[in-house]
Structures are given as structure tokens and as C-alpha cells.
Nanobody
């Protein structure tokens, strides 16, 4: 069993920055693929970024160049640095872990999910 806890959300003005954290516990963390997803009201869950156990990263088109995903295996934590935030980035952000299998952008392929942290970007 894996527990994921997100933190770092909040209210920020457009153009500002936030750093989200996803702390994992329960099993060996370093071998997981970890992804960040977001869901705005009335919309489907959207892939944001992922990082593999080797550190290879991949980003959704809407955040490429603005967001950076990183991991600290010693702390069992994955981060999402969000810069140049836009009102359309407003959503609940979730981290998810895929224990086995290749990295993917498909939410259903992830095994464990956190409870989410809310990000609101004002214009």
C-alpha cells in the first residue's frame, strides 16, 4: 500500500509561482513512476507531468516550459514547480504513483492517488 499526500496549493495571482509537494509512504518509492494530474470543475482529469524512476520527465503541452517536475527519493517526495501561472491552471492537483509498468499519461494506469491540493490563479 502507498499513501500519497499533496501540499503546497493555494491562491496566487497570474504570473506567480507555486511549488507543490507529493510525499509518499508505505513502500519503496524510488522505483515508481509519479505523475501530476489536475482537474478543473466540470472538466476531465488532465495529465500535467510525470517523472520516471530514472528521473526522465514528460510534460503536458499546456504546461511545457512553465512547470518542472522533480523527485527526491531520499525524502520520498515529488515536487511540481509551477511558474508563470495562468488562470486556466486553476484546478485541484493530484499526484499519483504507478508501481509497475512503463510511464504513462493515462490516469487509469496509476495505482495510487493522493487527496489533491487546490490551486487557484486569479487574473
Amino acid at each position: 500500500q502507498v499513501q500519497l499526500v499533496e501540499s503546497g496549493g493555494g491562491l496566487v495571482q497570474a504570473g506567480g509561482s507555486l511549488r507543490l509537494s507529493c510525499a509518499a509512504s508505505g513502500r519503496t518509492f524510488s522505483g515508481y513512476v509519479v505523475g501530476w494530474f489536475r482537474q478543473a470543475p466540470g472538466k476531465e482529469r488532465e495529465f500535467v507531468a510525470r517523472i520516471g524512476w530514472t528521473g526522465i520527465t514528460y510534460y503536458g503541452d499546456s504546461v511545457k516550459g512553465r512547470f518542472t517536475i522533480s523527485r527526491d527519493n531520499a525524502k520520498s517526495t515529488v515536487y511540481l514547480q509551477m511558474n508563470s501561472l495562468k488562470p486556466e491552471d486553476t484546478a485541484v492537483y493530484y499526484c499519483a504513483a504507478r508501481v509497475t509498468g512503463i510511464a504513462t499519461t493515462i490516469p487509469l494506469k496509476y495505482d495510487y492517488w493522493g487527496q489533491g491540493t487546490e490551486v487557484t490563479v486569479s487574473s
